[in-house]
């Protein structure tokens, strides 16, 4: 009909990480969708992303770049505070302008860990490192900004590709005899096709929604249950010798240390067990068992070997 105007794309930033690789085949159900990296949105240049948003006219922005260099934060403070909360809030104000909803992912590491139980969305956040405060301040600046968004907090997250536990143990598992695996720390691995099949399905249910609906807001995802790093190399390692990954570790030669035995630059939480029963009351989300995503990556990786 004439006169229509035609709804934009979703505006995925952070193409190359984890959860940006994931994002477009989770969110091409709910339309076009435009997936650009740093070289078409460098959050380290806030002042550049009016440019980029104006360029493309998004539906919906949902930004899955971020620093990510937790120990390296440390020593570049300034910068992982630039990306992870000066260009959020940037993000949040543009799309608060435009009347679009803007899906942001946080952390984990807004927390000290230092809670015995589950965290809640309105539970006081301390974080304990650089990387942590740079997230938490990304969270503020969005929901200043007063417009419509989600912020998913996660935890643990690996995929198929890029950097991450999963992939850092088979390799080690590979090459070496011994691996030692801090068995203090307790959370969910979560894998990234899990988080942005989650986004799709949430921004689908606000499509339309208001600003003034109260569904907007913080929500934690992550996959059900918990364990320990120890614990998920242990899973991990003896689901791969199943599969026939050429391992020189068996699950059995993964022996379990303290944190105080694996000093880093950043402190990470002990606890990061996220309760995510806000998200499943609202939206009515059910989250699958960590050991499901574990086992499809696995499968994944093993069907590339074999090719």
Request: net charge negative; hydrophobic share 40%; glycine share 12%.
């Amino acid at each position: 009909m004439a006169g229509e105007v035609t709804p934009g794309p979703i505006l995925v930033l952070g193409a190359t990480g984890q959860v940006g690789r994931a994002l477009p085949r989770a969110l091409a159900s709910l339309g076009p969708v435009v997936a650009v990296d740093r070289k078409g949105a460098d959050l380290a240049h806030p002042e550049t992303l009016p440019g980029v948003v104006d360029a493309h006219r998004p539906s919906a922005i949902v930004n899955a770049a971020a620093y990510t260099a937790v120990d390296r934060a440390e020593a570049e403070a300034e910068l992982a505070m630039t990306v992870n909360g000066v260009a959020p809030g940037v993000l949040a104000r543009l799309a608060a302008e435009r009347g679009i909803p803007l899906v942001h992912y946080s952390t984990d590491y807004v927390f000290d860990g230092s809670g015995k139980g589950w965290y809640q969305e309105s539970d006081p956040t301390g974080p304990v490192s650089s990387y942590g405060r740079s997230k938490l301040e990304g969270e503020r600046e969005i929901q200043a900004a007063g417009g419509m968004h989600l912020i998913l907090r996660t935890c643990w997250v690996f995929a198929a590709e890029g950097t991450n536990f999963l992939r850092t143990m088979l390799r080690l598992a590979r090459d070496r005899e011994l691996l030692r695996v801090v068995n203090d720390q307790v959370g969910a691995p979560t894998p990234a096709t899990l988080i942005a099949g989650v986004t799709a399905e949430l921004l689908g249910a606000m499509r339309g929604a208001g600003r003034e609906d109260p569904r907007w807001g913080v929500y934690h995802l992550a996959a059900a249950g918990e364990t320990t790093w120890h614990g998920y190399a242990e899973y991990l390692l003896a689901k791969a010798e199943e599969l026939g990954f050429p391992l020189r570790v068996s699950a059995a030669g993964v022996e379990g240390i303290p944190t105080a035995e694996y000093p880093t630059p950043a402190r990470r939480p002990a606890n990061s067990r996220l309760d995510c029963g806000k998200l499943r009351s609202t939206f009515g989300v059910t989250l699958p068992d960590w050991r499901v995503g574990v086992d499809a990556v696995l499968n994944e990786l093993r069907i590339e070997v074999a090719q």
